[in-house]
């Protein structure tokens, strides 16, 4: 079930620490939340070779690992410089399958038409996700539903 106070917090600690971390130019934030109600936030790796870049959303799923915390939301926040508005992206198919770890529950916002705040599940964004071809008790040690 969605949980919009979440939500909204999760895209002020986005707003606020991009807004820090980059006060000019382009910048990107993500925040994941966890079962236990903590935050992990990070940001794109900068590196002059292009091919060492990790996804906005990767360490902060990486804390969560570390911690062995239950991802529950992601959120990915960009602005293009400090006058543009600020962007949803919806997890690439990359960080998907990394969330996928927590099963299809785990709650991703998405990219809208309008710009609004919207959080879907996995298995809403993955209908036809390709664990679908095998029975659930052969994937159950690469996914932590509980």
């Known amino acids: 079930m969605r949980n919009f106070e979440v939500e909204k917090e999760m895209y002020e600690i986005a707003k606020e620490f ?24 990070s940001v794109s790796i900068e590196t002059a ?6 996804c906005i959303e990767t360490g902060a799923i ?7 915390e239950k991802v529950t939301h992601c959120l990915c926040l960009v602005r293009d410089d400090e006058k543009s508005p600020f962007k949803v992206l919806t997890p690439c198919g990359i960080c998907q399958e990394r969330l996928r ?34 029975p659930s008790s ?7 539903n509980n």
């Open 49 to 54: 070779n292009a091919s060492a870049v990790l």
């Open 138 to 144: 052969t994937l159950e040690h690469f996914e932590k």
């Open 101 to 134: 770890y927590w099963g299809e529950s785990v709650f991703a916002a998405v990219t809208t038409d309008d710009g609004s705040l919207l959080f879907v599940t996995l298995g809403e964004l993955q209908p036809h996700h390709w664990s679908k071809a095998y």
């Open 18 to 41: 991009l807004q820090k971390r980059y006060p000019v130019g382009w910048g990107g934030v993500a925040v994941v939340r966890t079962e236990k109600g903590n935050y992990f936030t």
């Open 62 to 68: 990486l804390e969560a690992h570390k911690y062995n």
